[in-house]
């Protein structure tokens, strides 16, 4: 099932929460929702969900007009964070709920429900819990019931919010792997809500990050991480160096930086601000440059400094602990800052961007796996 949002809008009170959202997501797609709290995520997936309703927009699915239709007509899988399981049904009696309530007359008999759960239990890897209470399972394995009870239904439209929030880290990559599976086994339309980036360019197709209820980028993976669109989209991604340049003809120079591995790029000449991640500078021992080590951290494999400038304040660069004259980059050494790769945003044009990676944009619908 395609979806196509338009104009959507949602208030709460004198809150914002959705303004002017448009978005497409193609049949079969697996699309994340991704940005902080607060950033209108939830709101969107719950409007489509019909739990929801916006004060003004559209939201279409294959053509039908979803906002004439109740939660209960839509067909919707949804999966929540904390599984909503019912705690005093087993597992199997969870998969059958949404078949075995279903109106009489569109309701299977329950040797078909028996048949497909039995069939979700073994599709799902989980036919030893059958018998099993909710409390008597890991989240890992509750999560996998939700899912289970969701597909049951066989929906239209697929939605996850925050699927894998309340799990520790080693489960959650277990569990991204097998979501990915059963989507690509499914081939539902799929949609879910996360803020962790990792998640969101492990399992989509697309990532659409959001902030203060409006869409600020839509892309794949390599995208949004190399040519962010926005200073928000830097700074989510983890560009939290912000330094001050100059654009003349295109290139782009500033205080003790090396900026020769920054392409030339079409844009107005003046004052702009370059978005660096720690680990694409490189400080390089300089006795003439204006920027000093403060602190150096060892994490194992990476070198963590602290450097200041006495004009422009400090930042922070990662680098590889046997990286060559590593051992020179001691606290009080002075450097430049060589800049592998960065986000440069002219200073009176704020919304627009030219980034400047170690690889071209190349444009793609689909993600490369």
Not at 199 to 220: H, K, S, T
Request: aromatic fraction near 6%; proline fraction near 6%.
């Amino acid at each position: 099932m395609s979806i196509t949002i338009s104009g959507l809008t949602k208030r709460f009170g004198q809150t914002d929460v959705l303004r002017g959202i448009e978005l497409g997501v193609d049949k079969g797609e697996l699309v994340a929702l991704l940005g902080p709290s607060g950033s209108g995520k939830t709101t969107l997936l719950k409007i489509i969900a019909g739990l929801e309703w916006p004060d003004a927009g559209r939201l279409a699915v294959d053509g039908q007009d979803w906002l004439q239709l109740a939660a209960q007509d839509r067909r919707i899988g949804f999966v929540f964070q904390h599984y909503a399981l019912f705690p005093h049904m087993k597992v199997r009696d969870n998969l059958a709920f949404g078949l075995s309530v279903r109106p009489r007359a569109a309701r299977p008999g329950k040797a078909v429900i028996a048949a497909k759960v039995d069939e979700l239990l073994h599709f799902l890897q989980i036919d030893h819990l059958a018998d099993r209470f909710p409390m008597q399972l890991s989240g890992g394995q509750r999560q996998r019931v939700a899912l289970g009870r969701a597909l049951a239904i066989e929906p239209k439209v697929l939605l996850l919010d925050e699927p894998f929030g309340a799990l520790d880290a080693a489960i959650r990559r277990d569990l991204r792997r097998w979501l990915r599976g059963v989507h690509e086994a499914t081939g539902s339309t799929t949609i879910f809500v996360t803020h962790d980036q990792e998640e969101a360019f492990e399992l989509a197709d697309r990532v659409v990050v959001m902030g203060e209820g409006q869409i600020a980028q839509i892309g794949n993976a390599d995208a949004i991480h190399d040519h962010p669109a926005t200073p928000f989209v830097a700074r989510f991604m983890g560009a939290t160096v912000e330094l001050p340049v100059t654009l003349s003809a295109g290139r782009a120079e500033g205080a003790g930086l090396d900026l020769t591995a920054l392409p030339r790029r079409a844009l107005p000449d003046g004052a702009a601000r370059l978005f660096v991640r720690a680990e694409d500078i490189t400080p390089m021992p300089d006795t003439d440059a204006p920027w000093r080590i403060v602190t150096r951290t060892s994490t194992g494999a990476h070198l963590r400094l602290v450097l200041r400038h006495p004009d422009l304040g400090e930042a922070e660069a990662e680098v590889p602990r046997r990286a060559i004259r590593a051992e020179a980059l001691t606290p009080d050494a002075a450097v430049r800052l060589k800049i592998e790769a960065g986000t440069i945003f002219p200073a009176d044009r704020r919304m627009q961007a030219a980034s400047v990676s170690k690889l071209p944009l190349t444009p793609q619908k689909e993600k490369t796996r």
